[in-house]
């Protein structure tokens, strides 16, 4: 099988979501007994999330005199790529992959995975499109996540997670509106950011693998989260939460969720009445009922076979 080269991006200011869905293609590809090469513009917290891997670390996206001829395929998650860079790396490779998000170029030959369902501009001709959320990339240990078989009758544990970099610094304030309304929960926090637990009842997490991603959204009863690459794996786990649109390029995904009723009523970051919804919206969360009725239609959604559906098609196997 050829080798996969992975070109993508995250950091402190970024964060971690490329990293995360491309982890999910790569242990897919290595488990098809294909090596993997990772092209990666980070820094020291992305090395921290990211190990044991083939990896160059540089920043590639504007300079296309770094990517040469290869026998394998490309895969590109980036929101910053040049076209020219693009165009070198879709004539040196076999075949190539794009992640998009937002229709943010007309890409070069390739397959270009948009897994939110909407119309692509008219002029975006030169790659084939394959748009619809059963593209939707899940890291493997959410590949076959089991589902959620009941509510608890109480909300015993909560999980707070603002992306890994929380770069709107929102996780201190959930917290206190969180412990406001459940002040007898155990507070699970997902953040790099996070040095020490805020109190007793409070267990921080870094750098956690899919492994133990997954393990802990099943053993949660509650989640409030980014709207990012998260809230499709809190969707397979059946795990009822509250959505935060923290970023502009989330927009697209948060929007479909709340048309497609997945996780409803979500907030954006920046809302005036941020406290008050979350407040309304976390004491309706009590409801073991109203849980089950999200939790059931998350896990319709959400199939989680996206990777494994490219890699198919891809490998033609």
Known sequence: MLPLWIFTEGDLQRGMGHISRCCAYAHAWKQRGGDVYWIIDGDSCTQNFIQNEKITWICWQDNPALVNKKNGFALVDSYYASLPVLKRISDNFSGTIYLDDTFRLNYPRGLVIHSIPDQKPDDFIDAKWLI????????????????????????????????????????????????????????????????????KKCTIY????????????????????????????????????????????????????????????????????????????????????????????????????????????????
Not at 275 to 300: F, G, H, W
């Open 132 to 199: 619809g959320i059963e593209w939707q990339p899940l890291r493997a240990a959410f590949w076959n996540a089991a589902a959620k078989k009941q509510a608890s009758d109480d909300i015993r544990n909560i999980l707070i997670i603002m992306g890994a970099t929380d770069i709107r610094k929102l996780t201190d304030r959930i917290f206190k509106l969180v412990i406001s309304i459940y002040p007898n929960s155990h507070i699970h926090i997902v953040s790099n950011n996070q040095d020490e637990p805020i109190y």
């Open 206 to 317: 870094k750098n956690i693998n899919d492994i133990d991603m997954s393990q802990l959204m099943c053993q949660c009863d509650l989640a409030i989260s980014s709207a990012g690459q998260t809230m499709f794996e809190l969707a397979k786990c059946g795990l009822p939460s509250l959505l935060v649109c923290v970023i502009d390029n989330q927009k697209k995904q948060f929007e479909w969720s709340q048309k497609n009723n997945l996780f409803p009523n979500g907030i954006y970051w920046n809302d005036p009445f941020f406290d008050n919804k979350m407040v309304e919206q976390l004491t309706k969360m009590a409801s073991p009922i109203y849980r089950k009725s999200i939790s059931n239609n998350a896990q319709l959604l959400i199939d989680g076979q996206g990777v494994k559906k490219l890699i198919s098609l891809i490998t033609g196997s």
